[in-house]
């Protein structure tokens, strides 16, 4: 479609919209943004409050941006928020189990082959990491009582 008419939104223009409560920043996020817009680089969105918090507040920069202000105080410190070896590992795990059965594992089984296998991990860590690579089971479909129960099937 034709994007000449829309509204273009600076950083200045989307934070005067936050404090007014008016507006649609939320739009402009997908420069910081990958083309799906699945995953953001936070290194990227750090640098950018870094580079304009003279300007304005950090907090209301991660907030127009939807960053944590903590995670960003920490990084400006020099703490690091990549994945620890222990969550890489139990990401692979994950994905290894629920691979290796097709796909018709769910989480609390998932849960249990892996702390079976020795691996100290829980059900909502391993429900958050299938919801982060998109790995659903695949549900069985078995027929239903109404079925059954209709003068068709007697």
């Not at 990084?75 to 590992?89: D, E, F, L, P």
């Not at 989480?107 to 702390?115: G, S």
Request: glycine share 8%; with cysteine.
């Amino acid at each position: 479609g034709d994007h000449s008419n829309e509204r273009k939104y600076t950083l200045e223009s989307g934070l005067t919209a936050r404090r007014a409560g008016t507006g649609y920043f939320k739009k402009s996020l997908k420069h910081f943004q990958s083309r799906w817009g699945t995953t953001r680089d936070l290194t990227k969105m750090y640098r950018f409050v870094e580079s304009q918090q003279e300007e304005h507040s950090v907090e209301l920069l991660c907030q127009t941006l939807r960053v944590s202000r903590s995670a960003w105080y920490a990084w400006h410190k020099g703490a690091t928020h990549q994945m620890t070896s222990r969550n890489k590992q139990q990401e692979e795990g994950v994905i290894a189990v629920f691979s290796k059965h097709r796909r018709r594992y769910g989480a609390r089984r998932v849960v249990a082959e892996l702390q079976s296998q020795g691996m100290d991990i829980g059900y909502h860590k391993v429900r958050g990491i299938m919801k982060k690579h998109g790995l659903k089971a695949i549900q069985r479909h078995r027929p239903s009582d109404a079925l059954v129960c209709t003068p068709y099937y007697r």
